[in-house]
């Protein structure tokens, strides 16, 4: 990790230095070694709080979202999952490749900074394993999908066993017992919109749930209006989801979101193919649900 | 600000609104209509209003912030609306008879007793007009009481101009009175002045001394007014306007419509300059 | 809406039709008075492809007990491609509501052209006769 | 004094329970939080001890979304018959410090001000706090600093005292008395060894911060601090003493009903106007307004700061917000008078 971070930092400023980039996107040191965050570095003085270490989790493509306005040229860190994140952004035109200096670091398994927090905090329970974080052992994608630049040795994808097991166990209940199931996970849910708003696919002006001319999903926090936004928000991920992790790592009551994200990895994989989000950048390519194949499944009457 | 005492009078339930009946509604432009509502059981209003104060009007729908006329002799509430939102664009489909909620009175009003013997200049900007008219109708009313008065009123065109009948008719024939009216771009059937409100102010430049400028509009026409005024020699305690915020409890609680410490629906939506300056910028 | 026993409950089911052909089926099966129960209701809309899920979802969740979409078999669309997207999207959608535990049959789709009146007639049938087997929607319904 | 021993706490729950909703500070799974007692299963745990739990308790005085009055349309004619104010008793039983100062906060909004909320109001008067004394603070706890005193919390109505295998129960209003005569029998009269209260981890001085404040509305310092904020809304709404809320309607064709819910200032369509502008629409103005009002506003207006030190904001933050780096980092910046 050491190194790594040496070499970013090495990175960034010979890019600073050479007026390719105005910020430079990666993550920021805390107080404490596990408070560690995204960061944007104006200028080269900047770059000495850069940092990579085993809690820079954070999916830094999500920052972008608030770049993309903006016409500096930007250089971002990227791991595995964040480059997905990019290829999307670029996918969806939110940010054009020429702005983009791509550094990728092949990332070895992180730490979940707010299971630290949490434990350190001393509220509630303590978090049982110190390990690696949910989302990088089911990492299927380690390696950066786009880069100008390449930091540190290639690493194995640490997913074992079948991806998705546990969609396959939801599925083989019947129809009341997984009402049941999501009713009881998504009643805890107090729309928060935090999984809405560290979603790198979610890159909308203005949400649906933002919307009051109509209001579409309600605003209370009964079952129903749960399951509403937790369905709508998913519905608009298939195709789009790369698979981060970030909104079950951050969720404050621990809904298993990647379940939906992955059913619909699932679905659309087995009934569409294709690449899965993001896995390959390739000009003016579109997710799955904005493009069609004349052979597509059609189980309509 | 101090604890001030704005008893409700509707109810002890300050978010529970009154029902009211629709009595009479007049067109004022196309996209303004002018409400007059009263008790359901037709004796008597939900509550008296002081100049500029408003109402919380509320449909099924939802509720909107709206400021109510005030009339000597108060036997109706008027409130008049602009078709904007989810809220006007269905008050703008009602018929006469048809009851609707009102709660209130809600904000402080305009500082009429502070303002006696002063030369008063009114700088009004398309619906701006709407609570201002309440504080003209009250220096008309006390006419002795006060000075010179100077209406400056100006909308998008002439079909938008509010309160025609006033503007043209009734204004203009009061003593001491002079009315300009403007529109921001010339129209063919439209003979009077073209142009925006702060450049006609300063071409006009009524002297401040002596005088207290009231300014009520679309905030971007207030801070333009705020600069001519400036320029023009109007210090802070001359100047008088009313602020825009996002509203929704009407009572100070909800947390939203707040510039600073001020809550704008209970501590406002009317302010000296002054008392503006030190708060942030955000208005 | 008080739902007693089944014979009272009258099952509300809104039907989302495109322009071109399945209204044109339905106007066709109209004009040769093929009977249809009259619990559906028909929305308009000008192409299979402006289908949006979040309307199924929001039809549910305020009172109905079934949707179906509608439009024109793939290939003959007026738009030329508005089928095939929404049959992508539908077809993720059907499984997504399954996988929350909605029945089956109370979000179906369909292709009708303008010409199948007995076909829309058949659809129809059937669908209110599934939704009535099904009964009344309690998952995903608002709460008083 | 007054013991209820650890074995007789169950006991004295049911009891309570009969003619009380209890909110007890419990670990649901993955959620710890306020819960009412009767929702107790297995598997989930008593958090007494635990330093605090995650959500705070102001759900029971200002439910996340609380039916206001009922509304029918008859073509021309609304009624507005029913108002759901509930003043069904409930109890908060083990609220620390920090999370009493966060409802006697909210007690100054509601109901002062020439206004009172008549729904805050039912609930608040018809709640009972049995406050949790704070002896060992936590590593984000600076309650200290924020005018909370974690061992005798001021607005407590009884006062627990862990001391090992027994609480001290020590009453301190009638609304206190009323609860304690429910489980007289289940309390002893007995001398305990009451614990030693240790020093704070967080070293936060106030003090001075809010007349600062007041001069840096446009210090540079906020787009740095705010760089990283995504305004999700998770910092207001496990926040004790935030009480921001939005009011909407449901309807059904001719019948529904109006109803409060919480709201957030870092959502965007919190302050957004009928006609589309919004005085507070950047990111950054959002986490400014946040602040100010937590550090700078509520003081100015009601004389303490709305922040309680409970430290939940600064752990739960996904990109590590944290109010007490906001305070030093304000403290330290220099402003050109």
């Known amino acids: ?301 | ?283 | 809406m008080s739902i007693a026993t089944n014979q009272e409950w009258k099952p509300k089911i809104i039907v989302f039709t495109c322009n071109w052909c399945t209204y044109a089926g339905a106007d066709m099966a109209g004009f040769n008075h093929f009977e249809y129960p009259a619990d559906v209701r028909i929305i308009r809309t000008p192409c299979s492809g402006r289908f949006d899920p979040i309307w199924v979802m929001r039809a549910l969740n305020r009172g109905a007990d079934g949707v179906l979409l509608s439009g024109c078999h793939p290939g003959d669309c007026h738009y030329g491609t508005g089928n095939y997207y929404n049959r992508r999207r539908q077809t993720i959608m059907k499984n997504m509501m399954q996988f929350m535990g909605i029945e089956p049959e109370r979000f179906q789709t369909s292709w009708i052209s303008g010409s199948e009146a007995n076909k829309f007639q058949a659809v129809m049938i059937k669908l209110v006769d599934d939704i009535r087997r099904v009964g009344p929607n309690r998952k995903l319904r608002d709460a008083r | 004094m007054k013991v209820l021993s650890k074995t007789k706490l169950e006991a004295a729950l049911n009891k309570l329970s009969e003619s009380n909703e209890v909110f007890v500070p419990m670990q649901k799974k993955a959620q710890s939080g306020y819960y009412p007692w009767t929702s107790f299963v297995s598997g989930d745990e008593i958090m007494l001890e635990a330093l605090n739990v995650y959500q705070s308790p102001k759900g029971a005085v200002l439910p996340q979304t609380e039916k206001m009055y009922q509304i029918k349309q008859g073509g021309m004619e609304i009624k507005i018959d029913k108002t759901f104010e509930d003043d069904h008793p409930t109890i908060i039983f083990g609220a620390r410090g920090c999370d009493v100062k966060g409802i006697l906060a909210m007690d100054e909004v509601f109901l002062t001000r020439g206004y009172e909320d008549s729904f805050y109001k039912a609930r608040r008067s018809a709640n009972t706090i049995i406050a949790n004394a704070c002896y060992e603070p936590g590593s984000n706890c600076f309650c200290n600093a924020m005018e909370v005193n974690a061992v005798d919390p001021a607005g407590a109505d009884v006062i627990l005292r862990d001391a090992g295998e027994a609480f001290v129960w020590e009453v301190k209003t009638e609304k206190g008395e009323a609860v304690t005569a429910i489980i007289a029998d289940l309390l002893e009269e007995k001398e305990v060894q009451l614990p030693q209260s240790k020093p704070f981890n967080q070293k936060v001085d106030y003090s001075g911060v809010a007349e600062k404040l007041k001069t840096m509305f446009d210090h540079p310092l906020w787009d740095k601090l705010s760089a990283s904020c995504i305004n999700c809304g998770m910092c207001t709404f496990v926040c004790p003493s935030c009480y921001c809320f939005d009011i909407q309607v449901k309807m059904w064709g001719e019948e529904g009903y109006r109803f409060r819910a919480w709201d957030s200032c870092m959502f965007e369509e919190y302050s957004r106007e009928a006609g589309g502008g919004n005085p507070r629409g950047a990111s950054k103005e959002r986490f400014r307004q946040r602040f100010l009002h937590k550090l700078e506003f509520f003081t100015e207006r009601y004389g303490t700061p709305l922040c309680t030190g409970c430290g939940r904001c600064m752990i739960v933050c996904p990109t590590d917000v944290n109010i007490v780096r906001i305070i030093d980092a304000v403290k330290e910046a220099e402003v050109n008078a």
């Open chain 1, 1 to 301: 990790m050491k190194e790594i971070t040496s070499k970013l930092q090495e990175i960034a400023t010979r890019l600073f230095n050479e007026g390719k980039i105005d910020v430079f996107l990666a993550w920021e040191k805390g107080e404490q070694e596990f408070q560690t965050k995204s960061y944007i570095a104006h200028s080269v003085d900047d770059v000495k709080n850069i940092i990579f270490n085993e809690y820079s989790i954070y999916n830094v493509s999500n920052a972008l979202l608030k770049l993309r306005d903006g016409h500096e040229k930007i250089g971002i860190a990227v791991k595995g999952c964040d480059s997905r994140g990019v290829v999307r952004l670029l996918e969806d035109l939110q940010i054009t490749r020429d702005r983009l200096y791509i550094i990728g670091i092949p990332c070895p398994g992180l730490k979940d900074p707010l299971a630290a927090a949490r434990s350190f905090g001393g509220l509630g329970k303590k978090e049982s394993d110190q390990g690696l974080a949910k989302k990088c052992l089911e990492c299927i994608q380690p390696n950066p999908v786009i880069y100008d630049e390449l930091v540190g040795p290639e690493q194995t994808p640490r997913q074992q066993g079948d991806r998705f097991a546990q969609v396959r166990e939801i599925e083989q209940m019947s129809a009341d017992e997984r009402y049941k199931f999501w009713e009881d996970t998504l009643s805890t849910c107090i729309r928060c919109y935090a999984c809405r708003q560290v979603c790198v696919a979610c890159d909308c002006r203005t949400c649906i749930f933002d919307e009051m001319k109509p209001q579409w999903v309600g605003r209370e926090t009964n079952t129903t209006d749960n399951m509403m936004y937790h369905l709508v928000k998913h519905a608009h991920m298939a195709g789009r989801c790369i698979e981060c992790g970030e909104c079950e790592r951050v969720c404050p009551v621990g809904i298993p979101l990647m379940l939906l994200n992955r059913k619909l990895i699932k679905d659309v994989g087995e009934l569409f193919g294709g690449t899965e989000a993001g896995l390959q950048y390739t000009e003016g390519a579109k997710p799955a649900l904005s493009v069609f194949k004349e052979n597509d499944p059609d189980n309509f009457q």
């Open chain 2, 1 to 283: 600000m101090p604890d001030k005492d704005h008893k409700c009078t509707c109810s002890e339930q300050p978010l529970v609104p009154k029902v009211v009946e629709v009595i009479d509604i007049i067109d004022r432009t196309p996209d303004v209509k002018s409400f007059f509502v009263r008790n359901v059981d037709g004796n008597g209003l939900p509550f008296q209003v002081a100049p500029g104060q408003c109402g919380m009007v509320s449909m099924p729908i939802g509720e909107a912030m709206i400021s109510c006329t005030w009339q000597e002799e108060q036997e109706h509430l008027e409130f008049a609306i602009k078709r904007v939102g989810l809220l006007t664009d269905e008050l703008h489909q009602i018929e006469i008879g048809q009851q609707i909620g009102v709660r209130g009175p809600y904000g402080n009003g305009f500082p009429v007793e502070a303002c006696k013997g002063k030369d008063m200049v009114f700088i009004a900007g398309g619906i701006g007009l709407a609570p201002l008219r309440s504080f003209i109708k009250y220096c008309f009313k006390h006419r002795e009481d006060y000075g010179k008065i100077t209406i400056l009123y100006g909308s998008r065109s002439q079909a938008d101009l509010c309160f025609k009948e006033e503007l043209f008719d009734l204004w203009p024939k009061e003593s001491n009175t002079e009315v300009f009216v403007t529109i921001d771009n010339a129209e063919p059937d439209w003979n009077g002045h073209v142009g925006f409100v702060p450049a006609y102010l300063e071409e006009l430049n009524p002297s401040s001394a002596g005088a207290v400028a009231v300014v009520c509009g679309p905030p971007i026409m207030i801070k333009f007014v705020l600069q001519s005024l400036e320029k023009m020699g109007y210090n802070d305690d001359q100047v008088i306007t009313t602020l825009e915020m996002r509203m929704k409890c009407g009572i100070g609680k909800c947390g939203r419509c707040n510039i600073g410490s001020e809550f704008i629906c209970l501590d406002g939506p009317v302010y000296y300059l002054r008392q503006l300056r030190d708060l942030p910028p955000e208005w």
